[in-house]
């Protein structure tokens, strides 16, 4: 590429135009851009949170025990000195991963659970829907709770827990999809022509169902924090020494009103996380589906 | 219709056996023998052999399984092991303290979310709009416990202006005995004419109330909001307004009635959400009721507990469901058949 | 002028949003007599219904509407929402097009009717309700009595419309709006409906704004006609003389589109292009690119309209033919004979 190409592509007008048209979706959907940006923040703060952290998160420091914030800990430390600032960056990488495997594992356990159910039809799906209803029959949370205890608590099985806790909602998305694209003309043909049920099934009713599990993943990706952080805040998900927000909250929680950035500060991450993740959720779902068609 | 009826309750005891199964295999894949716990020091090999007889741990699982079904069904829920009391006995201790704080949760919900999400609607795209949309989108992100700790920093913290934690005060309590009617504190204090109880019990429900109330609202609001924008689009609501009929009227008569399927759809999903927040809620706030006392109950493998309580919730849960969809044909005259 | 019931000048009506405006109504004069039934004819998009709505101050925001229109000598554009809500219903009453969505599937159909009445006529309830009868009665519903009680989902289209006029007509309007009342019915039941409200516009004495796109209904039912185009009146005149000679090419194309039986066989011409995009309507006469007149001055200049013997008025640079003189002759509709 010439010099001379190079600047023809780049003529004023077009750089004005690519600026204006940025700008313009920018104000068009203000809280999305913002969103963005602070979701994009908290992964880089995860990504680097060896290198930024000052501290390690679980070095133990008496000398510092409830420091409040000051320059030396810029969030101030809990009562085993340990500094509040490290702990919460490390705890973002702990909930993003929380979010996706979550998410993830309800995905594959629901995905292929609605594509036979609705697929298949009869029996089978009756079957698999009664099952269904009982997991929806459990008030939220406590499921997961049940699950967890019988795992055994930790970061992992509450996860786990989670997951099958909420599969069904995407088990029902598919399903949905997969009955209304199955009375459709084409899927006839296909079989007709022989192609087998697997192919017909991966091929033509997934890719339907693909735009509201998006949609839902992305707004449940908060959910999942959040609970998660509420499991490990009664003690039964995340347990020392694993720097998670709501692990946090609960081992401070008794010297909390006065010591008040010990719960504050895991706290308002925990907020701005969830908040960041669910705008950005939001326009991922403005965009795909303006009819607001999903669960929540 | 009752037809209907009738299927939904087969349906629902359906569901219910595969709860009870859920938990049963939950419960027994526990870590931890719950004989040791009842036990309680030291016991010797016969005494756990014969404690375990007794509760018929000993048998292969799925004969368990079915003597469990059939006490179940008997309506024998079984002992507690912590408590040693029947666990239908504890249900009923601690329910009216759940059950107090999640119906008033419930009716502030509906009583403040419903009115802002109709105002939201009407004054759609106006400052006061975004204003509520922006406070429904923050107000999900924070997390319930969060949201309590925080209004007891500020309350009991900072203010000092009421209780940290628990139902009521305890020398209040001591001094202040009302009989138990409805084990509602509130009611049965009022009905007392116990007013320093009545306002003890007051001050430490405010917190928690709130905290499940400012948790919930937001979800409640949004969707009232997003339905009477639609309703309100609607070409009917267009006709009201041509001939004439009040504005209030149109909103909360013809347009709020368009928006109550869905509406109670997402009241009934909001009260099993109280449900589970409760569980964090009385965490926090110490409070005496059934959340506190299924999590410790599986935490420290007091199955028979456990099982009780978890079942007893998804009854309620479905129940609640169950008068939700009956709601609908109440509301919706498209739905009845003629 | 003194005797119009409605009197619409230079009425604008914008929808702004943040890419573009839609101009819906461009400058649309009009006036209807005290007792006659006035035709407002356009295609969709031709800002027909937006113009009712404006008659009424119904117009949806983001609507902004400037310009006059005045209901039996009130003001409407720019009056507060308390004086319109005078007007509506006692002055002017609309029927609305698609009745299935125009009534509150909620609700049942007597109480709708009482609910307006009471509320328009300020009655008592009691007495709305007996109007309300009174009213099912005259637009001839199968069982008024049963009716009341029951909801618009257990009934017909055609019955529902029934509804609507009895709605309009127990409100006691002197002018009633009629916006496409049967589009969105049976070609059957159509005709009954307007039988129907010819009678009753007779009985009563009623002035009646009747919106269609279907210039068939027009005949059998208007005294006068205007045509709307991209927002604008761009003829109008009793329907006879305009049927007969159309001094604007745009009707006299509308008039060669209807399909008619008759003697010998008629071929069906098409109005080549599309109607234009009303947040940039084309420069000049919005209908110069599709108008088979179309001269020098059409793209420069937006015709004004101007008046013609006869009690005529034409917004075009180069009417066709006077009316009267030799011209191209344009075979009536079959439907204008219909149902004398």
Known sequence: MTTETINALLTPERRITFLVRALHFARMNVLFVLGSTLFLLIVLAAIFAPLIAPYDPVAINFADKLSPPTWQHLMGANELGQDVFSQVLFGARTSLMVGVVVISLAIAIGVPIGLLSGYFGGRLDTALMRVSDVFLAFPPLLLPIAITAALGTGLFNAMAALAVSWFPWYSRIVRGAVMRVKSELYISAARAMGVSNVRIMLRHALPNSLTPIIVQGSMDFGYAILAAASLSFIGIGAQPPTPEWGLMAALSRDRFLDNWWTVAFPGLAIFVTVLAVNLVGDGVRDTLDPKHQSSH | ?338 | MTGSLLEIRDLRIEFPSLERTVKAVRGASLEVAKGEVMGLVGESGSGKSMTALACLGLVPPPGRVTGSVRLDGHEVVGASEAENERLRGAVAAMIFQNPGKALNPFFTLGRQLTDAIARVRVIPRVEAEQAALAALTEVRIGDPKVALHKYPHQVSGGQLQRVMIAMALACRPQLVIADEPTTALDVTIQAQVIVLLRDLAREHGLTVLFITHDLGVVGSLCDRLAVMYAGRVVESGPVDALFASPAHPYTASLLRAVPMLGRGRSVLTQIPGTVPNMAAPPPGCAFHPRCPAAGPRCAAEDPVAKEVAGLRSVACHYPLAAPGAAGEAVAVPVASRAGS
């Open chain 2, 1 to 338: 219709m009752a037809r209907y009826v009738i299927q939904r309750l087969i349906l629902m005891v359906g569901t219910l056996i595969g709860v009870l199964t859920v938990t049963f295999v939950l419960t027994h894949i526990l870590p931890g023998s719950p004989v040791e716990v009842m036990l309680g020091h030291r016991p010797t090999p016969d005494q756990i052999a014969a404690a375990k007889h007794e509760l018929g741990l000993d048998l292969p699982l799925w004969r368990q399984y079915l003597r469990f079904l059939g006490e179940i069904g008997r309506g024998q829920f079984g002992k507690s092991f912590l408590t040693n009391q029947p666990v239908l006995q504890d249900i009923s201790q601690r329910l009216m303290a759940t059950v107090e704080l999640t119906t008033l949760a419930m009716i502030c919900i509906i009583l403040i979310g419903v009115p802002i999400g109709v105002l939201s609607a009407v004054k759609a795209n106006s400052p006061i709009d975004h204003f509520v949309r922006s406070l429904s989108v923050a107000g999900v992100a924070l997390p319930a416990f969060m949201m309590g700790m925080l209004l007891q920093m500020v309350f009991y913290g900072w203010l000092g202006w009421l209780p940290l934690q628990g139902r009521m005060t305890s020398t209040v309590l001591l001094d202040h005995q009302f009989p138990t009617v409805t084990g509602l504190y509130l009611v049965d204090s009022l009905l007392a004419h116990d007013w320093v109880a009545f306002r003890d019990a007051a001050a430490h429900i405010v917190l928690p109330l709130a905290t499940l109330t400012l948790a919930n609202l937001p979800l409640v609001a949004r969707t009232t909001r997003n339905l009477m924008v639609e309703a309100l689009s609607e070409d009917y609501v267009r006709t009201a307004f041509a001939y004439s009929l009040p504005r209030r009227d149109v909103y909360f008569r013809y347009a709020l009635k368009a928006t109550l399927i869905p509406l109670l759809t997402v009241i009934g999903l909001t009260y099993g959400y109280l449900l589970g927040g409760a569980v964090v809620a009385e965490y926090v706030f110490d409070w005496p009721g059934i959340g506190g006392y299924v999590v410790r109950a599986i935490t420290q493998s007091d199955y028979p507990a456990a099982v009780g309580v978890t079942l007893f919730l998804a009854a309620a849960y479905l129940t609640i469901n169950l008068i939700v969809d009956l709601l609908y044909f109440a509301v919706d005259p498209r739905l009845r058949r003629a």
